[in-house]
């Protein structure tokens, strides 16, 4: 790939706390329209890339590059990073007095400066999106687990970003109700979303991913085509793994 293709580049990433490394030098590069899927084990610095790219963490070393632009900049605009970058996290982070168009509509509004009818009119655009207009004017509460993590994607969303990272964001659901998010991640990936995915759910990595990374101890051990990596890994370590997951 080369450097101008690539929406995302992260060049020799470090990222310490104190005396313990969690990135050690970790490189690389996503392709507009690609889906790359993360797996590693807990504590291997999938969460810490991720927070990375968008900022949330502080880098120790290396640079990120969002569509050519090195986000690492002392003077880049940490708002506009995030709107080009959006992340979706484990817990849904949504604001419990506001219904789920006006969690959406509030960083349109606060962050894009958006008129509220404006603001409310994309807000609309992207609950249909994820299937959940008719859910607009109801509060967190009153949502399935999977229904508030479809409008924690949807405001991310509605910034139109020009990439889209995952962070497990299954994991905290009922069974259940995986499918229901899963799908809409789908929909994102054959519309073309630039988008890096840290997921254990195997069948979605083998079926959606164009490349999968697994990353162990703030590196990438290994990475590949799904098929590729799921069922013949060539790293002891990868190997170990996946004999525990897919079991």
Request: proline share 4%; net charge negative.
């Amino acid at each position: 790939m080369n450097a101008s293709d690539a929406v995302i580049r992260v060049e020799d990433l470090h990222k310490s706390f104190g005396n313990l490394a969690v990135l050690a030098g970790m490189s690389l590069s996503v392709a507009r329209g690609e889906t790359v899927c993360i797996l590693g084990p807990s504590g291997s610095g999938k969460s810490t890339l991720l927070k990375c790219i968008t900022r949330l963490e502080e880098p120790s070393g290396g640079r990120i590059f969002v569509s050519g632009i090195d986000i690492t900049r002392a003077d880049v605009d940490i708002n506009k990073v995030r709107a080009d970058v959006g992340m979706v996290f484990q817990q849904f982070n949504l604001f419990p007095h506001k219904t789920a168009l006006g969690n959406i509509a509030l960083a349109l509004e606060k962050v894009l400066r958006m008129s509220k009818p404006q603001a409310r009119q994309r807000a609309m655009e992207e609950l249909d999106h994820v299937g959940l207009s008719e859910k607009a004017d109801s509060y967190p509460s009153q949502l399935s687990g999977g229904q508030q993590q479809r409008v924690a994607i949807a405001r991310a969303l509605a910034m139109r970003p020009k990439a889209m990272l995952f962070d497990e964001i299954t994991s905290a659901l009922d069974p259940e109700l995986v499918k229901e998010v899963l799908d809409v991640m789908r929909r994102l990936a054959s519309e073309g979303m630039t988008m890096i995915v840290v997921t254990h759910e195997m069948g979605f990595a083998r079926e959606v991913a164009d490349r999968i990374l697994f990353i162990d101890e703030g590196v990438i051990v290994e990475e590949g085509e799904p098929n590729a990596i799921l069922t013949n890994p060539q790293h002891k370590r990868t190997q170990q793994f996946l004999a525990k997951v897919l079991d």
